[in-house]
């Protein structure tokens, strides 16, 4: 007759298959978890140190595309689809007030070439041309250029009429120029009949650092008048840029501006402009996340070996509890509580070890990347970022895993009759 539910709580009030199962984790009389044991556990514990790794390193570097974009080319892009003026729509922007809208600026766009003493055959950039005090799409700048307190540009030419130009740190290391040198700008104009190429010289103002290897080395920032009376009026690229504050709602206010500014005009968000980029890193990271959970299904069946020997070795305690009265449901609990809790040790251990080297890698930025590497990869290093979504479906799918592998074995133990027991001890 089965023991009263009662009898089989501890006088701590524990449950008896949880003291059980607790007596077999510490390896009392068969010192299980000195050997199969350990193993099963430094097993989960990689695979789920792996995917935590792997999750942090595709959230990470996710995060930081993400925030350098928004950086880049501001929240917002906006330009005209009939032949208008941006400062019509600038005014507009302004005088609506948007709530969340931090910034509205003018921004040209136009191609050339940069030369300078050491490198006379010049090479080819990308001219940004900004309105005074816009802020600059940057991570860290050089120079005498930027206010400290307002973190804003002013590229105006100097009293004598000399532009001045703000340019990557790395083509800075090419041109082999340092602030206030002179260096031979070319902007094409591609307005007139046939291509044109207009020359003027500027002066270094500084650099700055983006984090993108490929604006790094290819971009150069101009007043943007300076920039229009070079390259023309009717050639380029030329569009609003809005920054949104933040905490604000995305969706929200790219709907004000488009009531704002009416059918005219062509409002785009940074998600749109990337939208194929980050649709397959979202599909590399879950194609990762799979991946590597199959280390975590694969280091199960250590676990679930681990349960058959344990089975095994306690034949003669399965036996005994069979006799006194214990119900199969909770001998099956016994043992599939011994898994779960290997498999749990596993799993925060997993966890809290790729949490804390996603961190060391972070701080001292360990993973950079050469010039040559980081035009690929967009950026100079990448840091682990671990997320709390990430670290949920870690732990849920690793757990579940767990128990799938640990039921099996734990269900042929609950099965077993108290004579079958004794008698194969």
């Not at 070319?186 to 983006?210: H, K, M, N, Q, W």
């Not at 569009?239 to 488009?258: C, F, N």
């Not at 034949?315 to 005994?320: C, E, R, S, T």
Request: glycine letters at 10%; a neutral charge; aromatic letters at 6%.
């Amino acid at each position: 007759r089965p023991l009263p539910r009662e009898s089989q709580r501890l006088v701590s009030g524990l449950p008896l298959p949880w003291l059980i199962a607790g007596r077999y984790l510490r390896g009392e009389r068969s010192h299980i978890l000195s050997s199969t044991g350990v193993a099963a556990l430094a097993a989960t514990t990689l695979g789920v140190l792996a995917m935590t790794i792997a999750m942090a390193l595709m959230s990470g570097y996710t995060e930081t595309l993400q925030r350098k974009l928004i950086g880049l080319q501001g929240d917002l892009v906006v330009s005209p689809l009939v032949s208008g003026s941006l400062g019509d729509g600038q005014h507009r922007l302004r005088r609506a007030s948007i709530p969340g809208v931090e910034f509205v600026g003018q921004v040209a766009y136009g191609e050339g070439s940069i030369s300078s003493p050491a490198l006379r055959a010049g090479t080819s950039v990308v001219f940004r041309g900004v309105e005074p005090g816009s802020k600059p799409p940057i991570a860290r700048t050089s120079g005498a250029i930027a206010d400290p307190k307002t973190a804003k540009l002013d590229l105006t030419p100097d009293d004598r009429g000399v532009a001045r130009v703000l340019v990557g740190q790395e083509l800075m290391r090419r041109l082999q120029v340092q602030a206030g040198d002179t260096v031979r700008l070319v902007v094409l104009d591609l307005g007139a009949e046939r291509p044109r190429f207009r020359y003027r010289s500027a002066r270094i103002a500084g650099a700055f650092t983006t984090g993108f290897a490929e604006f790094d080395a290819s971009w150069a920032l101009l007043d943007r008048d300076v920039l229009l009376a070079a390259r023309g009026t009717a050639s380029g690229i030329d569009v609003l840029e809005v920054k949104i504050g933040d905490g604000a709602d995305r969706e929200e206010v790219a709907a004000s501006v488009e009531d704002a500014l009416g059918e005219d005009w062509h409002v785009q968000r940074w998600e749109q402009l990337n939208r194929d980029l980050f649709a397959a890193l979202a599909l590399q990271e879950a194609l990762l996340f799979f991946v590597l959970g199959l280390i975590v299904v694969v280091s199960t069946f250590n676990t679930a070996s681990t349960l058959v020997i344990l089975v095994r070795e306690r034949l003669a305690d399965i036996g005994v509890l069979t006799t006194l009265g214990l119900e199969p449901r909770r001998l099956f609990l016994v043992f599939l509580t011994y898994g779960l809790g290997l498999g749990a040790l596993g799993i925060a251990l997993g966890v809290t070890l790729g949490t804390a080297i996603s961190w060391v890698v972070t701080r001292y930025e360990l993973v950079r990347f050469d010039p040559e590497v980081a035009a690929v990869y967009f950026i100079d290093s990448v840091p682990f970022i671990t997320q709390g979504q990430d670290v949920a479906a870690i732990v849920a799918f690793s757990f579940t895993v767990t128990v799938i592998a640990c039921s099996i074995p734990a269900a042929r133990a609950a099965k077993l009759l108290p004579a079958q027991a004794l008698r194969g001890s």
